[in-house]
């Protein structure tokens, strides 16, 4: 049963994932090579916090930070630390906030001074994909059609589609039913229904899809070592078309 949302429910959420986005825009102007992920994660938490928000992630099954910061060949929950940033690095930020009993998500792959052209084909196939996974969401529409948007279009590119991690619904808990893969068969899955709230995610690699987990339990990186793209919005199927709730 995938649950549904009041309008009241959905501005709830539609708040909380608005201060995730304004976060966004105050850290860009941070990731600069030099700078390290541990300061890019404390300026999060203290942001989200001075907004009347908690940060999502931390503490959630343990995990020690605000920000989930990936760079290059992490797909994500990459742990902040005193990694710094390098010209040329792509780096994925995760990033979720609670408001009011209701959660936010949404990430975003940001290049790190000038990157290649291959790093920056990848950033906007990922991009891209997600948008157009959007654009499925849609009441009477299928879920899976979601999924089969993300892998025509990371396909269709040349790079392929992480199928261990997933994009997910959510509400009053971070993570709800359903899961929304990066792969499916256009058509199929459960029907869509205005009220539905969802975390959309594309998880694209420039190579190969596997992906193998760290000795910290939580780091994903690419099976092959090439690099790996991650973005997320947090959407409402309404009668109009889907609604970013993730924007400002």
Not at 6 to 27: P, T, Y
Not at 69 to 90: F, K, W
Not at 98 to 114: H, L, Q, W
Not at 143 to 162: H, K, N, P, R, W
Request: charged share 25%; glycine share 10%; with cysteine.
């Amino acid at each position: 049963m995938i649950p549904r949302k009041s309008k009241q429910e959905i501005a709830h959420m539609r708040e909380v994932n608005r201060i995730l986005a304004e976060l966004f825009v105050h850290i860009e102007p941070m990731i600069r090579p030099g700078i390290t992920t541990a300061e890019l994660d404390q300026e999060a938490e203290l942001f989200i916090r001075s907004r009347g928000a908690k940060p999502a992630f931390k503490g959630y099954r343990g995990y020690p930070a605000t920000l989930c910061t990936s760079i290059n060949e992490v797909i994500i929950h990459g742990i902040p630390g005193e990694r710094r940033l390098a010209e040329g690095d792509i780096i994925g930020i995760d990033v979720g906030a609670i408001k009011n009993d209701f959660y936010g998500d949404t990430a975003v792959t940001y290049a790190v001074g000038e990157v290649t052209p291959a790093a920056r084909s990848l950033m906007d196939t990922a991009r891209q994909a997600l948008y157009d996974a959007i654009d499925q969401a849609v009441p009477g529409g299928r879920l899976y059609d979601i999924s089969a948007a993300i892998q025509a279009t990371a396909e269709s590119a040349g790079f392929s589609c992480v199928r261990e991690f997933v994009g997910h619904g959510i509400g009053k808990a971070l993570h709800e039913d359903p899961q929304i893969p990066n792969v499916g068969r256009k058509g199929t899955g459960p029907r869509l229904e205005e009220g539905m709230t969802l975390a959309i995610e594309t998880m694209i690699n420039q190579g190969v899809w596997r992906v193998r987990i760290l000795p910290d339990g939580w780091t994903a990186v690419t099976g092959d070592g090439k690099l790996s793209a991650h973005y997320e919005h947090t959407i409402a199927v309404t009668k109009d078309g889907p609604q970013i709730l993730s924007t400002l």
